[in-house]
């Protein structure tokens, strides 16, 4: 069944150098998966106690919400995640079940 895992942690986070959202896709095309996409948030919380995320003016400060979206089958996401144990601040991991549409093409008459 083809399942839509969602990775959420902030701008901010690394691994090293380098930013953990970079590192999580390369990790994702390196174990194989279908497809994922980095999204960044407006704003966003992670928990009452947390501080909000946002953008502040002249960006100083700034550590805006992202979200790592990963489609796959349910087992090599599940795979996945527990290979992301060692990862520090991914704050919260969902998975849910999708379906997915082929969108068909179109002649363009030229």
């Known amino acids: 069944m083809t399942m839509l895992l969602r990775l959420y942690t902030d701008e901010n986070a690394h691994l090293g150098d380098r930013r953990l959202v970079d590192e999580i896709v390369r990790q994702a095309r390196d174990a194989g998966l279908a497809g994922a996409t980095v999204l960044r948030g407006r704003i966003g919380f992670g928990t009452r106690a947390g501080p909000i995320h ?14 790592v979206e990963i489609v ?7 795979t996945f995640v527990a290979g992301l144990g ?22 363009t008459g030229e």
Do not use: K, Y
């Open 72 to 78: 796959d089958e349910e087992a090599p996401l599940r």
């Open 54 to 67: 946002q953008h502040h003016s002249l960006g100083v400060g700034d550590n805006m919400p992202m979200v």
């Open 86 to 107: 060692g990862l520090r601040h991914i704050g919260l991991a969902t998975l849910e079940h999708v379906e997915v549409l082929a969108i068909p093409a179109t002649e």
